[in-house]
């Protein structure tokens, strides 16, 4: 994979209501080099997988309102397939520096599919989303589009991530309603970023050969669009990690960016 050097010290800012924003962030920091990132977890209102629209709106325009006042942003990463559908282009218009997103990739999966039959895990108010809905609805006259809304599967990649044991039955319950099709998707659209976290132990409880797709190689060409890059090479600055609430996990989280190579880990109230 080809990585590029930014001519600049961009600044990203990336931000999801918990952990799944990581899986974009290590996408974008293995192909991009010399951007300095800032990564805010809304711990104090995960997950927003079950959160109305509108708080969802309001509660981005108050994170990017006070991010920008203490940082200087180059582009904000909606990491999260729920707030992306939610907002998005409707929060670009009160903010002067570009916002990207990743939404459910169902074109892709159209054209992934041999036997047409497609499988959609996503959070409850993603798959609620009325241009999702509609979207589905129309497919649906030559495609079987399959969806499940689970957050119980938000928590559990969660979990994962910060070092726990997750056991295999806990996930075969969430899609026990799958277990009597007759033909079972063979592509399956990951519609939440938390979900590439689990991706082994949904391969171990579904059939083989399924096609699993994900949002991050779409924020790609999205990141060409907004950022000049070459090949000189600056000196970058640290990153950082803020949370918005300090919760029992907080330890297992400063750790685990600690990992990632963020130096500053705090808290951020809002």
Same mark, same amino acid.
């Given at each position: 994979?080809?990585?590029?050097?930014?001519?600049?010290?961009?600044?990203?800012?990336?931000?999801?209501?918990?952990?799944?924003?990581?899986?974009?962030? /290590?996408?974008?920091?293995?192909?991009?080099?010399?951007?300095?990132?800032?990564?805010l977890l809304?711990?104090?209102?995960?997950?927003?997988?079950?959160?109305?629209?509108?708080?969802?709106?309001?509660?981005?325009?108050?994170?990017?309102?006070?991010?920008?006042?203490?940082? /200087?942003?180059?582009?904000?990463?909606?990491?999260?397939?729920?707030?992306?559908?939610?907002?998005?282009?409707?929060?670009?218009?009160?903010?002067?520096?570009?916002?990207?997103?990743?939404?459910?990739?169902?074109?892709?999966?159209?054209?992934?599919?041999?036997?047409?039959?497609?499988?959609?895990?996503?959070?409850?108010?993603?798959?609620?989303?009325?241009?999702?809905?509609?979207?589905?609805?129309?497919?649906?006259?030559?495609?079987?589009?399959?969806?499940?809304?689970?957050?119980?599967?938000?928590?559990?990649?969660?979990?994962?991530?910060?070092?726990?044991?997750?056991?295999?039955?806990?996930?075969?319950?969430?899609?026990?309603?799958?277990?009597?099709?007759?033909?079972?998707?063979?592509?399956?659209?990951?519609?939440?970023?938390?979900?590439?976290?689990?991706? /082994?132990?949904?391969?171990?409880?579904?059939?083989k050969n399924?096609?699993?797709?994900?949002?991050?190689?779409?924020?790609?060409?999205?990141?060409?669009?907004?950022? /000049?890059?070459?090949?000189?090479?600056?000196?970058?600055?640290?990153?950082?990690?803020?949370?918005?609430?300090k919760s029992?996990?907080?330890?297992?989280?400063?750790?685990?960016?600690?990992?990632?190579?963020?130096?500053?880990?705090?808290?951020?109230?809002?």
């Amino acid at each position: 994979m080809k990585q590029i050097f930014l001519r600049s010290q961009n600044t990203i800012f990336i931000f999801d209501s918990g952990l799944g924003g990581i899986t974009i962030y /290590n996408y974008i920091k293995s192909i991009f080099l010399n951007i300095n990132f800032i990564y805010l977890l809304d711990n104090k209102y995960f997950p927003y997988g079950n959160k109305s629209k509108n708080f969802i709106l309001q509660r981005l325009k108050k994170i990017l309102k006070k991010i920008s006042n203490y940082y /200087n942003i180059t582009l904000a990463v909606i990491a999260c397939n729920t707030a992306s559908v939610s907002s998005l282009p409707i929060i670009r218009n009160y903010f002067n520096f570009p916002i990207i997103g990743v939404t459910p990739v169902i074109d892709l999966a159209i054209k992934q599919t041999k036997n047409n039959v497609i499988g959609f895990l996503a959070t409850n108010t993603t798959l609620k989303n009325f241009k999702i809905r509609k979207k589905i609805n129309f497919l649906n006259k030559k495609y079987k589009i399959k969806t499940i809304s689970s957050s119980k599967l938000v928590f559990l990649a969660e979990k994962k991530l910060l070092g726990y044991k997750i056991k295999i039955n806990e996930i075969k319950k969430i899609f026990k309603s799958w277990d009597n099709f007759k033909i079972f998707p063979d592509t399956i659209i990951l519609g939440c970023t938390h979900f590439p976290l689990i991706l /082994n132990e949904l391969k171990t409880i579904f059939p083989k050969n399924i096609y699993f797709l994900d949002s991050k190689k779409s924020i790609i060409l999205k990141f060409k669009k907004y950022l /000049n890059y070459n090949q000189i090479n600056v000196k970058k600055k640290e990153n950082v990690v803020l949370y918005t609430e300090k919760s029992k996990y907080i330890k297992q989280i400063e750790f685990l960016f600690l990992k990632k190579g963020f130096k500053k880990i705090s808290s951020f109230k809002i």
